[in-house]
């Protein structure tokens, strides 16, 4: 029976990390056996990418050249960790995905959907997730997380807060228009209750499916 995919977006200070872990230790206590991991980032050569574009040495050459290494550190990420990991069965819990990159490089760098979408299409292909939870905060509040929790901010971080308001609008019609993939969390609430709700979610939304196979 092949895993299960479940990707975690949303802005900066959200708590996906938080979240994934939370998730992870519930899904274990009942028999699912799971991975966790992240975006960009995940296998070795990915992570090698992921110091480049989080240390913003990749801004200066634009979105488009950003784009093109995300997807590079995605290829590798699924043929090295995603898909043998799905593959055995083992559920993947995943910190950003595709719709970081629809997020941040398409709306906010202004890269064609098209050209985001054909991207996916060649190096995501059928492995999309089978859910995909938005954590949701004003971009206020999660900035304040985030630069408690780090006196240095990395490349996106340091954006301004116009950006990280945009960020989370598209996050938001990124769901509108994929309601069937995507659930909204709201991620005002404490640890413990926005686990609770994501648990939930994850039930309702994958666990029928799961019998089923």
Same mark, same amino acid.
């Given at each position: 029976?092949?895993? #299960?995919?479940?990707?975690?977006? %949303?802005?900066?200070?959200?708590?996906?990390?938080?979240?994934?872990?939370?998730?992870?230790?519930?899904?274990?206590?009942? &028999?699912?056996?799971?991975?966790?991991?992240?975006?960009?980032?995940?296998?070795?050569?990915?992570?090698? @990418?992921?110091?480049?574009?989080?240390?913003?040495?990749?801004?200066?050459?634009?979105?488009?050249?950003?784009?093109?290494?995300?997807?590079?550190?995605?290829?590798?990420?699924?043929?090295?960790?995603? =898909?043998?990991?799905?593959?055995? %069965?083992?559920? !993947?819990?995943?910190?950003?995905? $595709?719709?970081?990159? #629809?997020?941040?490089?398409?709306?906010?760098?202004?890269?064609?959907?098209?050209?985001? =979408?054909?991207?996916?299409? !060649?190096?995501?292909?059928?492995?999309?997730?089978?859910?995909?939870?938005? @954590?949701?905060?004003?971009?206020?509040?999660?900035?304040?997380?985030?630069?408690?929790?780090?006196?240095?901010?990395? =490349?996106?971080?340091?954006?301004?807060?116009?950006?990280?308001?945009?960020?989370?609008?598209?996050?938001?019609?990124?769901?509108?228009?994929?309601?069937?993939?995507?659930? *909204?969390?709201?991620?005002? &609430?404490?640890?413990?209750? *926005?686990?609770? !709700? $994501? @648990?939930? *979610? *994850?039930?309702? #939304?994958?666990?029928?499916?799961?019998?089923?196979?």
């Amino acid at each position: 029976m092949r895993g #299960r995919f479940i990707t975690f977006e %949303g802005g900066e200070g959200v708590g996906k990390s938080t979240q994934i872990r939370r998730l992870a230790a519930s899904l274990n206590n009942l &028999g699912v056996q799971t991975l966790m991991t992240r975006e960009p980032g995940g296998s070795p050569h990915a992570e090698k @990418l992921r110091e480049v574009l989080l240390s913003g040495g990749a801004k200066p050459f634009g979105p488009f050249a950003e784009t093109i290494l995300f997807n590079a550190a995605r290829d590798d990420h699924l043929e090295a960790t995603i =898909r043998p990991a799905l593959a055995q %069965g083992i559920w !993947v819990l995943c910190d950003r995905f $595709i719709d970081s990159t #629809r997020a941040y490089q398409g709306v906010l760098g202004e890269i064609e959907p098209d050209l985001i =979408r054909s991207m996916e299409r !060649v190096v995501v292909g059928n492995t999309m997730p089978d859910l995909t939870l938005i @954590l949701d905060l004003p971009a206020r509040d999660g900035l304040a997380r985030a630069r408690a929790r780090s006196a240095q901010a990395d =490349r996106f971080e340091a954006e301004s807060l116009s950006f990280h308001e945009k960020l989370r609008e598209a996050f938001l019609a990124i769901a509108e228009y994929e309601p069937k993939r995507c659930a *909204v969390i709201n991620a005002l &609430g404490t640890p413990d209750a *926005v686990a609770a !709700v $994501i @648990l939930s *979610v *994850v039930r309702r #939304r994958l666990a029928k499916e799961r019998a089923s196979t």
